[in-house]
């Protein structure tokens, strides 16, 4: 992992905040460490092709997340859905380079809120639902399913929640 680049990343990150006229969210979290992350994403057709004009992201508790965040919504510019729903955590990472194990699965909460927003996710958010989303029961009781040991489980959640 390129630790500069993740620096910037961080420092800096892209597309960071909720984004009022979306499409499209997509909201995952992680039972393993209770992080999530919200993608938003805002299409527009363009020559007969669906593309995605912007993505934008919130992520909650973990860093590499949001770099990792931050690096997919640049590159979801332009991309069709079918090009999107293609890209894996890996390929998501871009200039950060392959994440150390301990935080694969953080890219992988990325990829996981990216299909989430793809597959339909949701059009709506709560009333009054602009300062983020982890506060309040549903998160917790959302994350505090059946552990799996060793094993990778995002969960899908409901952003109305
Ligand atoms: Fe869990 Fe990064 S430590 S998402």
Known sequence: MNENTLNDAIANPQNLGEMSDADSI???GSPE????????LK??????RKTIDRASFQSFGCQTAIAVASMATEMLKGKTI?????????QMTGELGPLPPMKIHCG????GALKN??????TTQAPG??????????????????????KIRIVKLDPNS
Do not use: I
């Not at 299409?43 to 007969?48: P, Y």
């Open 117 to 122: 927003a793809l597959d339909g996710g949701s």
């Open 82 to 90: 079918d090009e999107a729903r293609e890209l894996s955590a890996e």
């Open 43 to 48: 299409f527009k057709e363009e020559n007969g």
């Open 33 to 40: 460490c209770g992080d999530m992350v919200r993608m938003w």
């Open 129 to 150: 639902d602009t300062q983020g989303l982890v506060s309040g029961p549903t998160l917790a009781d959302s994350l505090r399913g059946p552990q799996t040991s060793g």
């Open 108 to 111: 992988q909460l990325v990829e």
């Open 26 to 28: 997509g909201t995952v």
